[in-house]
């Protein structure tokens, strides 16, 4: 079954142009046209990036080259704050869109960048993925040697919450490095190293298999700090040569194979992890527990 119906507008059909808001301004707000208290606070330049619409430096551009409209009033400040959703967003006079809700698990394969557009013109998960999901935004990052579960969404509630250092959502990683982890190696892993003026450790390490040439291991990180396993162990004298996330919170790769995705009903995904339901919020839509798997 498939979940790629038509996104509803709850904007208006033209936006006819108004004034330029003069520099170092930002735009009266208006109030949000939807039930109290559901509007979100974001900057401009970061609404078009989480809505798929351009990556973050681009929608940047777009404004300053004053393509984007909030309520009929040109803009050209990219930290400009709106409610959404609520105020009115044009990009070249057409409206931009409040779409479905998605939550997304993909196998991402070993290779690609997690990114919208790469300036070296590597591939992205976008390119793997089907043009309808390249909206969604991913919740953290994979480095382009790692493979694994990586998470999409335009549920910015959801992506906020299970990307909080706050809430330690646990991270299960498939590990190999070189050399033998013994049990001394696994401890300073648990206690953690000093690395570029971060603090890196595991939660959690269990060493599956070792010998003098390499190890395998099971590690759970509860941060998400950049290249945090591979830092870490190198500090430790281990080179990772392999590395594979399995599960992410509540929600596990299971048998998808790279380049696979499995849509999730947002309810679902928001059960699974004690948010409150968002279906009151969002209107009426289907609500499928778990839709099709799709290869590319």
């Known amino acids: 079954m498939s979940m790629t119906g038509k996104p509803r507008s709850t904007q208006r059909n033209a936006i006819p142009h108004g004034k330029d808001v003069p520099a170092g301004r930002k735009p009266a707000q208006s109030q949000p046209r939807t039930k109290a208290g559901?509007?979100?606070?974001?900057?401009l330049d970061r609404l078009l990036s989480k809505l798929g619409i351009a990556s973050r430096s681009q929608a940047q551009e777009w404004i300053r080259a004053g393509r984007?409209?909030?309520?009929?009033r040109l803009v050209r400040m990219p930290d400009t704050w709106i409610d959404?959703?609520?105020?009115?967003?044009?990009?070249?006079?057409?409206?931009?869109?409040?779409?479905?809700?998605q939550f997304i698990l993909f196998h991402k394969p070993k290779g690609v960048v997690t990114t919208h557009q790469d300036e070296k013109g590597r591939t992205t998960i976008f390119d793997v993925l089907p043009p309808e999901l390249k909206s969604l935004h991913a919740v953290g990052r994979l480095d382009q040697a790692t493979s694994g579960l990586l998470l999409l969404t335009n549920d910015s509630t959801l992506s906020s919450f299970l990307t909080d250092p706050a809430r330690r959502v646990p991270r299960l990683y498939l590990v190999t490095v070189r050399g033998e982890i013994t049990d001394a190696t696994r401890q300073a892993a648990l206690d953690g190293v000093d690395d570029q003026?971060?603090?890196?450790?595991?939660?959690?390490?269990?060493?599956?298999?070792h010998?003098?040439?390499?190890?395998?291991?099971a590690v759970t990180?509860?941060?998400?700090?950049?290249?945090?396993i591979r830092?870490?162990?190198?500090?430790?004298?281990?080179?990772?040569?392999?590395?594979?996330r399995i599960q992410y919170g509540p929600?596990?790769?299971?048998?998808?194979?790279?380049?696979?995705w499995r849509e999730l009903s947002i309810e679902a995904a928001r059960a699974q992890l004690r948010l409150p339901s968002a279906h009151a919020a969002l209107g009426p839509q289907a609500k499928p527990d778990l839709l099709d798997k799709r290869a590319t």
Do not use: M, Y
Not at 38 to 43: G, I, M, N, P
Not at 252 to 260: E, F, I, S, V
């Open 38 to 43: 559901l509007a979100k606070r974001v900057t």
């Open 68 to 72: 984007v409209r909030i309520n009929r």
């Open 84 to 101: 959404w959703p609520g105020d009115a967003v044009t990009l070249d006079d057409r409206p931009i869109e409040q779409r479905r809700p």
């Open 197 to 209: 003026g971060e603090r890196l450790h595991c939660a959690s390490v269990t060493i599956q298999k």
């Open 211 to 217: 010998s003098g040439r390499e190890s395998h291991l």
């Open 221 to 228: 990180l509860t941060e998400g700090k950049n290249r945090e």
């Open 231 to 244: 830092r870490l162990f190198k500090a430790l004298g281990h080179e990772v040569t392999r590395l594979r």
């Open 251 to 260: 929600f596990t790769l299971g048998d998808l194979q790279p380049g696979a």
